[in-house]
T-cell receptor, first 111, second 113 residues
């Protein structure tokens, strides 16, 4: 069974700090990796994806991928209270485009 | 486009009743997914369709659950008979191949008493 693991949190950071969210996956054949953000009572929305080892930056968000260690992380710089949400890691199994979701990490950014 | 549309937003029913959840995917998307989300198990894939054909229903909990997609613009998820342990938020999502981004509907909050 393909697994995607995340620390459920909550992760609490002060406004302006860097929030670091981590995810590990079991399928070495996975080629693409996604981060979804889910506000309380809302549906998940895609905020980042990454395919290659290394870093990918988009505004205040940076996704980091290390395939050898089978982990992917999401960094949020200059965290804002509006970033408070649950962040879901999603990883399609090798050969499939159907993602398996982690259970999510709850992030709280306090003023 | 209005996005993925789900109905109803909330459903409260009694154990043993039939429940039907509805989904309209984004026009032009050829893949549709039904997910269930609970605190204990997170977001679980129940079934997905490609070009209106069910491809993988291995996530459907048991025979009480069934899903159909009679055309490209409509899908249903039915639970009969419903049980309290079915209480969850049910999401429908769609995508177009080969794009891997999923677009989620607003979800249906199901409570079975």
């Amino acid at each position: 069974q393909k697994e995607v693991e995340q620390n459920s949190g909550p992760l609490s950071v002060p406004e302006g700090a860097i929030a670091s969210l981590n995810c590990t996956y079991s399928d070495r054949g996975s080629q693409s990796f996604f981060w979804y953000r889910q506000y309380s009572g809302k549906s998940p929305e895609l905020i980042m994806f990454i395919y290659s080892n290394g870093d990918k930056e988009d505004g205040r968000f940076t996704a980091q991928l290390n395939k050898a260690s089978q982990y992917v992380s999401l960094l949020i710089r200059d965290s804002q209270p509006s970033d408070s949400a649950t962040y879901l890691c999603a990883v399609p199994s090798g050969g499939s485009y159907i993602p398996t979701f982690g259970r999510g990490t709850s992030l709280i950014v306090h003023p | 486009d209005a996005g993925v549309i789900q109905s109803p937003r909330h459903e409260v029913t009694e154990m043993g009743q039939e429940v039907t959840l509805r989904c309209k995917p984004i026009s032009g998307h050829n893949s549709l997914f039904w997910y269930r989300q609970t605190m204990m198990r997170g977001l679980e894939l129940l079934i997905y369709f490609n070009n209106n054909v069910p491809i993988d229903d291995s996530g459907m909990p048991e025979d009480r659950f069934s899903a159909k997609m009679p055309n490209a613009s409509f899908s249903t998820l039915k639970i009969q008979p419903s049980e309290p342990r079915d209480s969850a938020v049910y999401f429908c999502a769609s995508k177009d191949s080969p794009n891997e981004k999923l677009f989620f509907g607003s979800g249906t909050q199901l409570s079975v008493l």
